[in-house]
């Protein structure tokens, strides 16, 4: 939808593209008549940990779940704009929501593991997408995605156990093993320590960091102080809007926007 | 007369429920802080007086009758019943009883005029007696209800009490009617086995229920083996999960998860109309559609099809059973959590995956539970196999073929003339009380797997 000449494009995907894993343009979005998100682009860099961050009911989730098209499932729901992954549109014509989500994984607020046994939780995207061809090779998968979870450890004598006996740290470790057992690129994550006490906060936190090795992880989250801990650039969602986005450490010394400043001071929120 | 009794308990119990509110208003305007709102210092008059005058009328009405007849058995003079039975007795005393209604035939000797006369007068004195206690509860009650009104007493307490009470008493009625048609089954079961081996009855291959009425009538002995008559049952209602499982539990998935809402709408309340036709409907449906038509359909293929197939009984059944288990699976669908299928979904899951490998399975328990109901269903329901199955008990497990079922056998042998003596009919009741131990056994399995799959999933 931009009217960029051919080869302004060019050079605009050549150069920045390389280390951009999406890019979103002027993206609305409406639930019937409710305008929630307010034409927002933004830029999400490749491994790095990007943090929105904003007062409840301004659209954080709405947004990260246009990323994966989760918006789809619901129904009065009405996207429009421009998203791409590796500069190609998401919502074009010839992209599968199915195939998209597989790229771009998602953890949920509230810790959602099926009523399977834990090997199964995590074994769950590899057989739908046939990532491997042997039982051996389904091992190794889980193993890995469990280990980079640091979950392995905890859970190795019991992977026939049922997921949902696990604790809620626990359980939220397992999410994550689970996503990125499908070897997504991008990883959403919506305010995945809510519903956890500290000690397993601080486990997530630790993980979300080395995930950012090998994946572009997106965080939505209301405590700023965890955007400060673990993200390095952080966007500041006001009403639906935009309102300020950059470097994480700068944006919480030297904010540039009044209500950016309000916020992290603890002054709304 | 006894009416107007009940309307004065009535009556009694709103005046005291009124006067106490009032009088506990009146407290409350006078700045007492009363422990109790003003509505329990009203309800605690009515426990106090109509609920006792209630009770009291109601027992007093269930002895009156055996009471007064024994007084009157014992003043009947001895020399004229002496040498009567029982039976000869019971005659008498209806006759005394019907002229003392005033319905006298011929000329009845003095001495049951006398009899006549008395028990009327002890009707009334009964009577009389009732009105006065109950008159006498009612103005205790309120009395001593009205002086109890004060800050302290704690009215909300003796209600809750008292309806903690009426409530025990009610589940208390409903597990002693279970009790008592269970006792009952037994008996008259245990008096069936005293004639028939109870192993004849379990492992017997022949249903044939001709006992001579008369004596030495040619209809020779009867036999009572179950075993065909229970394969009739398994037949058809295997007939009729055959076609309500699958049509119940796809329809369920499609409406709930892939129809579009309009359609749902739509179709849900259709497939409900599913379960409000009554079965003689059913029945009709039977055998003026579904027989002929398997019939047809058998004459065109060559094969050999009894009149009245288990396959038309018990297809019809599986319609009637389809709501039931869609309902069921609906239910069980719905409470799979949200989020659950969302997580599917984000992993790149479709929604047929989805459904296949995260909700159904998460659905199974209910699922499960539902078909079992329906099982036990299938196994009781009768109108339906009265009408369209067979009455002769054959031993087969074709569909094709003409079966019978427990329950038609139990309508049939209960049907015209029938002394309760006869192991003929006492059949029945050995009949229906193996129906009711199969069924039991069904609800409690399906409880089972509720609850053991719930472990896993919660
Ligand atoms: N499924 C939905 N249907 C209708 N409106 C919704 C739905 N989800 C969110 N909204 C609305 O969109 C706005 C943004 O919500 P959300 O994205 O959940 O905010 P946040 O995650 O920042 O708390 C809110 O006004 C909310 O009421
Ligand atoms: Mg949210």
Redesign the interface.
């Known amino acids: 939808m931009t009217m960029l000449q051919p080869d302004e494009a060019e050079t605009e995907t050549e150069a920045p593209t390389a280390e951009l894993k999406m890019t979103a343009r002027d993206v609305d979005v409406f639930y019937g008549t409710n305008h929630a998100i307010k034409s927002i682009s933004v830029d999400i860099p490749d491994k790095t940990v990007t943090a929105f961050i904003g007062p409840s009911g301004c659209g954080k989730t709405t947004f990260l779940r246009c990323l994966?098209r989760?918006n789809d499932?619901i129904?009065n729901c009405r996207v429009t704009g421009e998203i791409r992954l590796d500069g190609e549109d998401i919502y074009g014509r010839d992209i599968d929501p199915?195939?998209?989500?597989?790229?771009v994984?998602?953890v949920?607020q509230?810790p959602?593991?099926?009523?399977?046994s834990i090997y199964d939780n995590v074994a769950?995207?590899p057989r739908?997408?046939g990532l491997a061809g042997t039982r051996a090779e389904l091992d190794e998968i889980v193993e890995r995605a469990l280990t980079r979870a640091a979950l392995w450890q905890e859970v190795r004598d019991r992977l026939d156990a049922?997921g949902?006996g696990l604790s809620g740290g626990q359980q939220q470790r397992l999410?994550i093993a689970?996503?990125i057992a499908?070897a997504p690129e991008v990883l959403l994550m919506d305010e995945p320590c809510s519903a956890l006490d500290l000690i397993a906060t601080a486990q997530i936190e630790e993980l979300i960091d080395e995930l950012r090795e090998s994946y572009s992880v997106v965080i939505v989250t209301h405590s700023m102080q965890q955007a400060a801990r673990v993200s390095q650039k952080t966007a500041f969602f006001h009403l639906g809007v935009l309102v300020e986005y950059g470097e994480t450490s700068r944006m919480f010394t030297n904010p540039s926007d009044q209500r950016t400043q309000d916020y992290i001071t603890g002054r709304f929120g | 007369m006894i009416g107007y009794l009940f309307l004065l308990i009535i009556l009694a119990g709103a005046a005291g429920f009124f006067i106490n509110r009032r009088a506990a208003r009146a407290r409350m305007a006078a700045g007492e802080r009363l422990h109790s709102m003003a509505a329990f210092h009203g309800a605690y008059a009515v426990c106090l007086s109509a609920l006792p005058a209630l009770v009291f009328t109601l027992l007093f009405l269930l002895f009156e009758g055996p009471i007064v007849d024994a007084i009157l058995t014992a003043s009947l003079p001895a020399d004229a019943v002496a040498d009567m039975d029982p039976g000869q007795l019971s005659l008498v005393e209806a006759e005394i009883k019907s002229i003392a209604r005033g319905n006298v035939f011929g000329e009845p000797e003095p001495w049951k005029r006398d009899a006549a006369a008395y028990y009327a007068a002890l009707r009334h004195n009964a009577t009389l007696a009732l009105w006065v206690a109950v008159i006498a509860i009612l103005g205790v009650g309120l009395a001593l209800a009205r002086r109890r009104v004060s800050a302290r007493f704690r009215a909300r307490h003796r209600v809750e009490r008292v309806i903690g009470w009426i409530m025990l008493a009610c589940s208390g009625t409903a597990v002693l009617i279970t009790a008592g048609i269970i006792a009952s089954l037994l008996y008259e079961s245990i008096r069936f086995f005293e004639k028939v081996p109870i192993g004849e009855f379990l492992f017997g291959l022949n249903w044939e229920p001709q006992i001579p009425i008369r004596e030495g009538q040619i209809a020779g002995s009867g036999a009572f083996g179950w075993v065909p008559v229970f394969v009739g049952t398994l037949v058809i209602t295997s007939v009729a999960l055959f076609v309500a499982i699958p049509i119940g539990i796809l329809s369920a998935i499609y409406l709930n998860e892939f129809a579009a809402?309009r359609l749902r709408a739509v179709a849900k309340p259709l497939l409900e109309i599913l379960a409000g036709v009554p079965t003689v409907v059913y029945g009709f449906f039977a055998i003026l559609v579904v027989a002929p038509a398997i019939r047809t359909a058998g004459a065109t293929l060559g094969i050999d099809v009894a009149p009245n197939t288990a396959l038309a009984a018990g297809s019809v059944m599986g319609v009637m059973l389809i709501p039931f288990i869609s309902s069921f699976t609906d239910d069980a669908l719905s409470a799979v959590?949200q989020?659950?299928?969302?997580?599917?979904?984000?992993?790149?899951?479709?929604r047929g995956?989805t459904m296949r490998?995260?909700l159904f399975?998460?659905a199974i328990p209910g699922i499960v539970g539902g078909i079992l109901l329906a099982v036990s269903r299938a196994i009781g329901e009768t109108m339906i196999v009265v009408m369209a199955a067979g009455l002769i008990a054959t031993l087969t497990i074709n569909p094709l073929d003409s079966v019978t079922t427990v329950t038609v056998q139990i309508v049939t042998l209960l049907i015209g003339d029938t002394a309760f003596d006869n192991p003929k009919t006492l059949a029945a009741f050995a009949l229906g009380l193996m129906l009711f131990i199969v069924t039991l056994g069904l609800n409690l399995v399906a409880l089972g797997v509720v609850r053991k799959y719930r472990e896993?999933?919660?």
């Open positions: 994966n989760m499932t129904r199915v195939q998209l989500r597989a790229r994984g998602m949920f509230k959602n593991p099926f009523p399977k769950y995207g739908i997408h049922p949902t999410c689970r996503a499908t | 809402p959590p989020t659950l299928r969302e997580g599917s979904l984000a992993l790149g899951a479709t995956e490998k995260v399975p998460a896993l999933y919660d």
